[in-house]
């Protein structure tokens, strides 16, 4: 079993109320996203901050360095992602909202958990809206799709299972 799922079945009380108010925000997160295309700044300025004092105070998922070096990792890599696509493509691939929301992620789940939070981001979006397109032959591959709530759920499903790299690792041993 990954060491993260591991570790959360052993939360402390200000681990639980940090999770429970972060959830809270992610889910007000998702939720205006899908509305307006827009992730707001507080929600996920409360995700990063209660994810930093955890790291601090009580490192039990992610060391304080480890998650620092996540929120750099989160922050700067989706920012390159949006700023390469942005100039070979000339249109906007990633929002700031998910740039700074990446950065969150990482505070919560270090580097290596933010390209689990990336994947299962992508692959849960994905899925839906081809789903929901299927279901309705409306919208075209060119339609915004917002993508903060893909990455609320990733992030959530990172910290139930882990990150994807052990899964990998054991797949091809």
């Not at 979006?125 to 339609?143: D, E, F, M, N, Q």
Request: glycine share 10%.
């Amino acid at each position: 079993m990954p060491e993260t799922a591991v570790l959360l079945n052993n939360l402390s009380m200000w681990h639980c109320f940090a999770l429970s108010i972060s959830l809270i925000c992610l889910i007000w997160t998702s939720y205006v996203d899908l509305k307006t295309y827009i992730l707001p700044d507080i929600f996920t300025a409360i995700v990063f901050v209660f994810g930093l004092f955890t790291a601090l105070f009580d490192p039990l998922v992610v060391s304080a360095q480890g998650a620092l070096f996540g929120a750099f990792a989160g922050t700067f890599g989706s920012w390159l992602l949006r700023e390469i696509v942005l100039h070979w493509q000339k249109k906007e691939a990633l929002g700031l909202g998910d740039v700074k929301l990446f950065g969150a992620a990482g505070i919560w789940v270090g580097a290596e958990g933010v390209v689990s939070v990336a994947f299962y981001g992508s692959l849960i979006t994905i899925v839906v809206y081809a789903l929901i397109w299927a279901a309705t032959r409306r919208g075209s591959l060119k339609a915004l799709i917002p993508y903060g709530p893909g990455i609320c759920v990733g992030l959530v499903i990172t910290l139930l299972i882990g990150p994807i790299g052990p899964y990998f690792v054991q797949l091809f041993n």
